[in-house]
């Protein structure tokens, strides 16, 4: 079983082409199935039928896992037994019939407009470090970038007189991406005067880089999101994936089409970006009901 893991992950790496982070989280939910596998006794892939997968979906849940991961964790499965099958390697396929559980309709967390800007004025850009935090700060909220998608930037995808940016999504698609003038603002002086003393003599294509002069690492970025959510009073959990739900937020609450918003952030279905006029209606709704003198809120004396 591990021999044919072996060969399923290399095949993504190499063949799919699928960023490092996709290959890591099939990684560790394909490997976490194939140990309890191995608990249990089943000692061959061609051995695992319906039963065994709903007792592996019965443990999942009694581990309390959320449903939204069990189903990512069925769905790189599924990717894996597909891959088998095709192969020749196994013969059957245990997933077919299986039904994933029904995941739970959460609503994208955001920021308002004061909160963000809070937020993008946190770092001390008399340092390198505090400039290039301003620039990711800003840029991420400009442009809706997925965390991967920020750390894979190289110099030559950026334009800064076009404010365009060439980025590289899920399954290597790329598409360009658009920034205001603060976010190119901070991108300009950043490479200016940021970039050059943190790279010192090394040579890297990388357009966020570390105090060490190498590409900036995933980590870092969520430590610097936090570090400034701190520092900028925000009372909740704020990471990185949170300011691409702001940008979308704000992008449809200002007016923007719905598929101008999906093309901006990369989506395949438009049904996942839909997810963000829910949000946008919740938002009207809420300020409709504190502004209005007869919203039925309070009731009125007469």
């Not at 099939?26 to 608990?39: A, C, K, R, S, W």
């Not at 700060?137 to 965390?147: I, M, P, S, T, V």
């Not at 300009?188 to 970039?195: A, I, L, N, P």
């Not at 918003?261 to 009901?289: D, F, K, P």
Request: proline share 3%; charged share 30%.
């Amino acid at each position: 079983m591990e021999e044919l893991f072996k060969k399923y992950i290399k095949y993504l790496e190499v063949e799919r082409s699928i960023s490092a982070y996709t290959v890591r989280n099939y990684t560790t939910d394909i490997q976490g199935f194939l140990n309890f596998l191995d608990t249990n006794g089943v000692t061959s892939l061609n051995r695992v039928d319906r039963s065994v997968m709903r007792r592996y979906l019965g443990w999942l849940q009694e581990q309390g896992i959320a449903r939204n991961s069990i189903s990512r964790k069925l769905s790189a499965l599924r990717s894996f037994y597909r891959y088998l099958m095709r192969e020749n390697l196994v013969n059957t396929e245990p997933l077919s019939s299986l039904s994933a559980p029904k995941l739970e309709q959460r609503l994208p967390t955001f920021l308002s407009t004061d909160e963000i800007v809070r937020l993008v004025e946190a770092p001390d850009t008399s340092t390198p470090n505090g400039i290039r935090d301003w620039a990711i700060l800003e840029l991420l909220y400009a442009a809706g970038l997925r965390l991967s998608e920020t750390v894979d930037l190289n110099v030559g995808d950026v334009d800064l007189n076009s404010r365009q940016i060439r980025a590289w999504g899920k399954g290597s698609k790329e598409r360009m991406v658009l920034m205001g003038k603060p976010a190119a603002e901070a991108l300009r002086r950043y490479v200016k005067d940021g970039r050059p003393r943190l790279q010192g003599k090394k040579k890297s294509q990388a357009l966020f880089l570390n105090r060490f002069g190498d590409r900036i690492a995933r980590r870092r970025i969520e430590y610097i999101i936090k570090k400034y959510a701190r520092q900028a009073g925000l009372d909740m959990r704020v990471y990185t994936h949170m300011l691409r739900h702001t940008f979308a937020t704000h992008m449809l609450d200002g007016g923007a089409d719905l598929r101008a918003v999906q093309e901006l952030l990369g989506h395949a279905r438009l049904a996942t970006t839909q997810i963000y006029t829910h949000v946008s209606q919740n938002q009207i709704r809420r300020t409709y009901l504190a502004a209005h003198p007869r919203s039925g809120k309070k009731e009125t004396k007469r």
